[in-house]
């Protein structure tokens, strides 16, 4: 009766084995991180321009949304976020806020917020 051959696995096989399956999950890590936020652009639109109905309802506000690493801009009352080669764009003219102020630009902000002033205008900014 034969057994069945067994081969020395050694500590150098070991680590070298863990080093490469620690490197590609590291290597992909970003890769998925980026796919989601490309993926997901208009989903953080929605959730920009319900920001602004919620401060419609109060004098004035401030709400801290953390969406980072994602590009803004604001031209007259059109809302544009972007993130790498996606684009994705609202129309926020129907809040009747008296004023939209935002970058004029695509600028990329650290920490997203939305603040109302009591004169019933709108800022996206960078929260500090």
Do not use: W
């Amino acid at each position: 009766m034969l057994g069945q051959a067994s081969y020395p696995f050694s500590m150098v096989e070991a680590a070298f084995t863990f080093i490469l399956i620690i490197s590609v999950a590291y290597g992909t890590q970003t890769y998925t991180q980026d796919y989601f936020k490309g993926e997901t652009v208009d989903i953080r639109a929605d959730r920009v321009e319900r920001a602004s109905v919620l401060l419609k309802d109060y004098p004035s506000g401030l709400m801290e949304l953390g969406l980072t690493g994602y590009e803004f801009k604001v031209e007259s009352s059109q809302l544009h976020i972007k993130f790498d080669q996606v684009n994705a764009s609202r129309n926020l003219s129907y809040l009747n806020y008296s004023d939209i102020n935002g970058p004029s630009s695509f600028e990329k902000l650290n920490n997203f917020c939305v603040e109302k002033s009591f004169e019933n205008e709108l800022e996206f900014k960078s929260c500090s």
